[in-house]
């Protein structure tokens, strides 16, 4: 089933969708709803656009459109991915972070020289990413601007682990009013516009998303500690509902622009459509017992094949085509870079059977729930564990959606945030570089 034909079926019985949405939506409140810590949790946006691709099926099946095996099999996949997932145990509520990056010099130090790293990486491998493949917004397609050989794709994982750095620490910058000597703060204002620019450029709107998550993990990670100031995070608070605004302001203009519906009520239903396809994945492969007919090759290859493929350990030829890919080229007969997600009952059921599926979903949703609560327990203020948990964080509830995802975000973590946290360890000890903080004198004069 391709776009067209799930459009007239939708079409033919909008309540129906509307039923199993609805049925979607509270079975999924009531699984998740005391490990969602905020609207601006990066799990809260995932479940959202979840619940809008889940209700697919049951759709799908009650419309007599899919077989009742596929049905079961999706049943008990996402409901062992979703309790697997709340069976890890989130930490007390008690637990205290070490608070030692806020008053060692020596934390802030390593803190800044990453900043001023990620800093010049970035600007260097956004303007080289453009020099070679121009501008990503005036692409025919963004989803593969990164993917030419010749060491290009390198540039896209220097420009995403860079940028995540950048945002992080221009937050750090921001609450606690660090500075470095012969830095004028302007040049922060600076690096925030050039960042910002990066996002309009790329014509990506998920950056917008991210920033949300990135000050919603700070927030989350630092008010535990005494020294954090309540002015600057009534101001950061105020900033994730500026960011939200403009967000979606932008995406309305987007899609208003892009669809062929006009008027702020047609970019609305253009956005609300959006979110049901979401669920391509399953009315693409399902119907017509469609992902029988491909040709999945080694699991692990199809997982693990990006990475290694930047480690060098294998040529390119050896990866099977991404099963979004297929699933695109058969259900719609065009071809393309480009495809549905391979969410993981999709997946599972392709490359390891039904009942290999059930094993895959249920080691995701408990990976899911080890990162996000488990990992949140070795978080330290300042140091390396909390830039990785922020970031694995975020990128972890991807594993729903897309695996392969999760894993070329670890890459870029081996590949390019190592080497620049090492050089940051080795210049924050060789370079005296002053960092004046406004809590310093208050924290190092004796009492009275």
Known sequence: MDYSNFD???????ELYAASLSVCALAYFLIL?????????PLFFNMVFTICAAAVVPFLYFAQDIRGSYFAQFLVTELLFLFCMVAIPEPRATLRLSDQALISPSRRRFLQCLYLISAGVFVVSQLSAYAIGGIPLFHDSRLDYYSGGGGFGSLGRAVSMSSFFCWYLLIYRFVYQWRIGLWPKACDFGILLVLLTSAVLSGSRSTFVSVLFLIFYFR???KRTPLYPKQQDARLAKGQF???????????LVLSATSYASGVGGAIYAFLFRMVMSGDVYFMAYPNDLLKSLNGGNPLLALFGGSLIAFRL???????EPLGFQLFHSATGMSGMFGPNPRHNVFGLVYFGCWGSIIYSAFLGALVGVVRNVGFRFVRIGGLSELIYVFAAVS????NTSGDAFIGDMTNLVLIGCPMVAIAYIAS???????DHPQDEQLSSPTS
Do not use: N, Q, Y
């Open 8 to 14: 007239l079926l939708f079409a033919s019985a909008p």
């Open 33 to 41: 709803r005391k490990r969602i810590h905020s609207f601006f949790d």
């Open 220 to 222: 989350l990670i630092h």
């Open 242 to 252: 500026i960011t939200l605004i403009v967000a979606s302001v932008g995406a309305l």
């Open 314 to 320: 294998i040529p390119p030829d050896m990866v099977p």
């Open 396 to 399: 972890v509830v991807s594993l």
């Open 429 to 435: 000890h060789a370079l005296a570089i002053k960092i």
